[in-house]
């Protein structure tokens, strides 16, 4: 019988990894990285940091209706990230280098396809399918989607008839893109 890594995962939840382990260097190092970054015990106080932050991990582990909120509630964190970081892998395929062309309406087209291609890969259960858009989509009344098909084009008019002509300064995609781009 191999031992696999879902085996060690599951040992490592039987001996409490992510019960107490985890949490327990969470907090203490988060406490201590504020602890020195704020030097409230003083400018030589790493020792008084460090026991400080013990306790403070000691005690955080100590309450597990608190462990149990944070590991509720990283996971959930953790996939927004992932998120923003796939939506700003594509934004950055529209605003690499080689793509520098990128700006004013047509970078603001980029930005809304990407966030179209991260709603459906988040909508969508299985990659094999076919494309079909998000449920909250589809199960809309004609009248329904009418009357948003209508809002929609009413908005963009009034948008393209009153606005104004932008002056020399960047726009807040631009800017984006800049950032992307690594310049400033």
Known sequence: MAFD?????NLSEEIGVFEVLLPFLLVF????????KSKILGDTGKQLNIIV???IALLFVRNQTLVGLVNRFLP?????????????????????????????????LAFIVSLVFIVWALSSSSLDENFNLPEFLT???????GTI??????????????????EKG???????????????
């Open 149 to 166: 098909l209508f809002v929609g084009i009413f908005i963009i008019i009034i948008w393209l008839v009153t606005r104004e002509p932008k």
């Open 53 to 55: 932050s013990f306790v």
């Open 29 to 36: 190092t988060l406490s201590f990285g504020v602890l020195q």
């Open 139 to 145: 199960d809309i009344d004609d009248q329904t989607k």
């Open 5 to 9: 890594f879902r085996d060690f995962l």
């Open 76 to 108: 959930n964190v953790s996939i927004f990230m992932i998120i923003i970081l796939m939506f700003l892998l594509l934004v950055g395929i529209f605003v690499g280098k080689e793509h520098s062309g990128w700006t004013g309406n047509l970078l603001g």
């Open 170 to 184: 960047q726009g807040f995609l631009e800017k984006i893109a800049e950032e992307l781009k690594g310049s400033k």
